[in-house]
């Protein structure tokens, strides 16, 4: 089994940066697809933004395409979400998630991430 651990949650201002970090461990996959996700409670867990673990290809939710980045450093096995002019709306749980390799391009879908981190509270405030 993979195990993913977030981190780098917390407070910040309307317009402010937060840089998650997810720390990848366990069963390797040969090409995976890491990804965050948000959920505010009482709503659906929202997808944000995907990687390919090998390859290049990203993939963005309309909100947050030019103000989050994603990234990944292999040989650290640790996945980003750099996050910048947050909104009060990003205010979420993010979870980092993985998908194991059965899609050629990043994937949106919930159902299709096989691993889940516990999550890390993000509150930006007005």
């Known amino acids: 089994q993979a195990r993913l651990r977030e981190s780098g949650g917390g407070l910040a201002p309307s317009g402010g940066s937060l840089r998650l970090s997810c720390a990848v461990s366990g069963e390797t996959f040969s090409s995976p697809d890491l990804a965050w996700f948000r959920q505010v409670q009482g709503k659906e867990r929202e997808f944000v933004a995907a990687?390919?673990?090998?390859?290049?290809?990203?993939l963005y939710t309309d909100s947050v395409k030019g103000r989050f980045t994603i990234s990944r450093d292999v040989a650290a096995n640790m996945v980003y979400l750099q996050m910048n002019s947050l909104k009060p709306e990003d205010t979420g749980v993010y979870f980092c998630?993985?998908?194991?390799?059965?899609?050629?391009?990043?994937?949106?879908?919930?159902?299709?991430?096989?691993?889940w981190g516990q999550g890390t509270q993000v509150t930006v405030s007005t």
């Open positions: 990687i390919q673990w090998h390859g290049d290809e990203t």
């Open positions: 998630a993985l998908e194991i390799g059965g899609y050629p391009s990043p994937v949106s879908r919930v159902e299709d991430y096989d691993y």
